[in-house]
């Protein structure tokens, strides 16, 4: 079996944290719930995870998807080098962000959820793994659907290779007769 690279678990686990103490924050806010300035810091702070996690990070073996437009935010992360690069440092910057969504019911979800992320970016981190952006794809010339050369045409369920029928076989031969 191969390796399981935690990061992944890690970023995945984090966006969805984010966009939990986004809801919470804003149900904190608009009920106007005693400690709301708590709910106004997990919009906020929500937002900056969800930036800076929507980018997901390369895969060492096999081929990772990129989101749609992560491009642009991937650029943004790289840009900030080992600040944002390093998962040790992730793991101290969820783990201190998830303090103070903790102090209001509507954001206790997502901070335990940011609790999880910042543990297993940390396990991630132990195991020397590093985001790193995901690179443009070059085509191979090959494109999908290019690798059938011919349909099938008889109809499904088809019988074996053996058992089928050829279609010159098909075609009338010069001894049977026609009838016209």
Known sequence: MGQIEWAMWANEQALAAGLIL?????????????????AAYGIAAGVFIMLLEYPRGKRRKGTTLERPGQSYLAAVVNLFGPLTRNYYVRAVL?????????????????????????????????RKEEWSPIQAQQSKGRQPGKSIHQPPT???????????????????????????
Not at 154 to 171: L, T
Request: hydrophobic share 40%.
């Open 154 to 180: 008889n109809p499904p369920p088809r019988p074996p290779a053996e058992r089928r029928r050829k279609p010159e076989d098909d075609v009338e031969s010069e001894d049977t007769p026609t009838i016209k």
């Open 94 to 126: 969820h783990a201190c962000l998830a303090v103070p969504g903790g102090f209001m019911l509507a954001t206790v979800l997502g901070t335990v959820n940011l609790g999880i992320a910042s543990i297993i970016y940390l396990l991630a981190a132990v």
């Open 22 to 38: 986004v809801i919470g924050g804003v149900v904190g806010v608009a009920g106007q719930f005693k400690g709301w300035q708590y």
